[in-house]
């Protein structure tokens, strides 16, 4: 029970964080400022990305209590995608103050709610069960409707973040749906019992599954925003206050993709999913590479940059969507890093990074209430404030994959696996690079904005706050240090990725069963049957 | 046909009738009919659990549902004091059509493949051992506090977080009380038609939309 416990440490630590905030707020002062919480919920971030670490070295990644083992886990790829969505929690709590403060909406509930959908994001991606994932998903998107709407004063932010809630509530019923399904198949909503009814392919199975798959996949479309289902997207980045749309491009994708691995590779692996994999990849690849495609044509035509990085999240979508599809298992945990499985993690961290860092910079332009970031709000940006030019700058060279950016790497690797997966994605892997190729002029145009376009005559006046520059600091620091050495964070994701492909997570998982002393309940086993047509 | 299954479609059918009800004119015109819809699809779906021997979901479906959260939801709408040229039907576009079309095509495979599938299923047994207990109060009890208990407790910081943000969006003021007052809401109809008629001096009937901050647009004539 306690060590169950001291594995849930991070999302204990996340949640003490929005109690404490929310509890202490109403007692303070009505006078005192409440942009301390920022630095405090980067401290907490902090102090669970630290216990993250603590256990993803300790080794020790099971639950031994049935009740948590069923449902959560602490395996690597769980640790890993914690420690990043508290990482990108981290530095969206140092650069929110200062800009909410100028926007005049600077409460402690707002820190609350970052906390909680950091939270919300651990649980997702540490979940093993179908209703632990459900729950996790909508403590997350809650918060962050309601993060992206909390500017109130301002239509913009209010369309964001009903657009979004509105958008977001059909993939839920979606994704409720196609879970329907999947407990009917399985009598079980626990990815050990999915798997285990999908070891064996029965007649009659192939129209269920199918129906579960595409309704369940439409969901997590709907979730990183892919085509056909990303049209909310650039109005909830551009109307969302920009540290929020940095945590809705970062966090949120790093989420939705941890649940969307676990989920494809750890509940839909059994041999009956076999027979739909003629289709389901080849079904998934097209999507993905006709959302690289459509993020990155309406992306050219746009003159806001918080709209333009709106769609370049959704074409981001579409590589990573490729990437997850491209990730066939070659069974056995290579001790080699370059195995199978690292390209997404990896490729994650790395746009995740460059997001935070492009949003805090665009966020010094919000002084006053400005929620404009067009050429004329950017314009000059490079020569009054440097660091913001250069941090946008070196986001958006991330971003568009310039090495020695981590973005580079983080396309190098994804292409690689791939190009590795066969011969039938060569295809998706040219117009992958040929996507890029044209991201880059997006992505420039934004860094022309700010170095070469006339200023104007009004001196413009920037947001200059000591915990902002930490964060466009850190987040600058970190997409070059990890760009210039990868190799230790590249064996991170191989291991994350390796805990989660099938043969490995199937022997483990039933392993973990038999210890726990964990059977499905005779009464679901038989409804099983019943459902099933024989 | 057994009487289950006659049950069952009495049951199923109503269901879909009302619940088509709720969207369709010419009750889904008006919020408040399209909520008693809801509820009387809510005492349909009661007896369907019941009839799956799921007794304690059906009464809560009634209890919870049908009862609590209905009665809120009809409050909310009155609440809102919706003035009719709000609740007009939209015009019809051929983006809508397609849509329609669109939609009309998804749910015709879903019933197909649902149709197909279930094709020779056959229905448990439940006098078998194993399932004296089914769906009793003790039974759910039991799942809800061992082997469900993590999602159990997940949904509760799922609630606080969604009591957080209604009052966060919905509250009048965030601002602390020795703050100025601060621009209205877009959220906060009532207050936003005052600031509208006591700018203008007109009672725009028609016009519903909200004050909105100035910012937005002055800024994008820079």
């Not at chain 1, 020790?60 to 990108?88: G, I, Y």
């Not at chain 1, 019923?173 to 407990?183: I, P, V």
């Amino acid at each position: 029970m306690l060590h169950d416990i001291a594995l849930l440490s991070p999302m204990i630590i996340l949640l003490f964080g929005a109690l404490f905030t929310l509890v202490v707020d109403p007692f303070l002062p009505t006078a005192t400022p409440r942009r301390f919480w920022g630095p405090f919920g980067a401290l907490i971030s902090g102090a669970a990305v630290l216990a993250t670490a603590a256990l993803w070295v300790s080794g020790n990644h099971e639950m031994q209590t049935p009740a948590f083992a069923a449902h959560l886990s602490a395996s690597r790829l769980s640790l890993f995608f914690t420690a990043l969505t508290a990482v990108c929690a981290l530095l969206t709590h140092l650069s929110s103050p200062a800009f909410m403060d100028e926007q005049d909406h600077g409460f402690g509930e707002f820190y609350a709610l970052l906390h909680f959908a950091a939270f919300g994001m651990a649980v997702m991606v540490a979940a093993e069960s179908l209703i632990t994932l459900f729950i996790g998903l909508e403590i997350m998107s809650l918060s962050v409707y309601v993060l992206a709407a909390f500017k109130r004063t301002s239509l913009a932010s209010v369309e964001a973040g009903l657009k979004y809630f509105i958008m977001g509530s059909v993939a839920s019923a979606m994704l409720l749906y196609g879970m329907a399904f999947l407990y009917g198949i399985a009598g079980g909503t626990t990815y050990v019992e999915i798997q285990r009814a999908l070891v064996v392919p029965k007649p009659g199975l192939d129209l269920w599954l199918g129906l579960a798959v595409v309704l369940t996949m439409g969901a997590f479309l709907f979730k990183v925003a892919a085509v056909p289902f990303h049209m909310w997207a650039p109005d909830a980045y551009e109307g969302a206050p920009t540290p929020v749309a940095g945590f809705m491009s970062a966090g949120v994708k790093a989420a939705a993709f941890g649940a969307l691995l676990k989920v494809l590779y750890a509940a839909l692996a059994g041999g009956a999913i076999d027979s739909l994999h003629l289709s389901m990849p080849k079904m998934l690849a097209t999507f993905a590479v006709v959302t690289m495609t459509v993020g990155n044509i309406a992306a050219l035509r746009q003159t806001n940059a918080k709209r333009i990085l709106g769609f370049s999240a959704i074409a981001h979508a579409g590589y990573l969507l490729l990437g997850c599809v491209a990730w066939v298992p070659d069974g056995g945990l290579g001790d080699h890093y370059h195995v199978a499985g690292a390209a997404v993690p990896f490729y994650l961290v790395g746009y995740a990074l460059a997001s935070l860092a492009v949003f805090a910079a665009l966020s010094v332009v919000g002084k006053g209430g400005q929620e404009l970031t067009g050429q004329a709000q950017l314009a000059g940006l490079g020569r009054r404030y440097p660091l913001a030019g250069a941090v946008l700058t070196l986001g958006l060279l991330s971003l568009a994959g310039v090495p020695p950016t981590l973005g580079f790497f983080g396309k190098l690797e994804l292409l690689h696996e791939v190009l590795r997966a066969g011969d039938q994605y060569v295809p998706h892997a040219v117009l992958l690079v040929l996507n890029s190729v044209v991201a880059a002029y997006y992505y420039l145009r934004i860094t022309v904005w700010v170095y070469m376009k006339p200023e104007g005559k009004v001196e413009r006046e920037y947001i200059r706050d000591r915990s902002l520059t930490w964060s466009m600091s850190l987040a600058a620091l970190a997409i070059l240090c990890v760009g210039i050495l990868p190799s230790r964070l590249m064996r991170m994701a191989a291991f994350a990725g390796g805990a989660v492909r099938p043969q490995v997570a199937r022997a483990h998982l039933d392993h973990q069963l038999e210890v726990a002393g964990l059977k499905p309940p005779v009464v679901k086993a038989a409804a099983t049957e019943a459902v099933l047509p024989r | 046909m057994t009487t289950e299954q006659i049950l069952f479609y009495i049951l199923g059918g109503g269901a879909v009738a009302a619940s088509a009800a709720m969207l369709l004119p010419p009750l889904g015109k008006s919020p408040i009919h399209s909520a008693i819809s809801l509820i009387v699809s809510f005492f349909f779906l009661a007896g369907l659990y019941a009839l799956l021997s799921a007794h304690l979901l059906g009464a809560l479906q009634i209890i919870v549902y049908a009862g609590a959260v209905m009665v809120l939801f009809t409050f909310v709408i009155m609440l809102l004091n919706l003035r009719p040229d709000e609740t007009q039907e939209p015009r019809i576009t051929a983006g809508k059509v397609l849509a329609g079309v669109l939609a009309a095509f998804v749910v015709g495979k879903v019933v197909t493949v649902v149709g197909l599938a279930s094709a020779g299923a056959k229905a448990v047994d439940l006098a078998q051992p194993g399932y004296e207990n089914f769906g009793s109060t003790k039974e759910v009890g039991y799942m809800l506090y061992t082997s469900f208990l993590v999602p159990f407790e997940l949904i509760s910081v799922l609630l606080l977080v969604a009591a957080v943000g209604a009052v966060i969006l919905a509250k009048k003021s965030l601002h602390y009380v020795d703050r100025p007052e601060p621009p209205p809401s877009v959220f906060d109809q009532e207050h936003a038609h005052e600031h509208m008629h006591t700018q203008s001096g007109t009672d725009h009937a028609g016009d519903t939309h909200a004050p909105h901050d100035a910012n937005a647009h002055a800024a994008s004539h820079h």
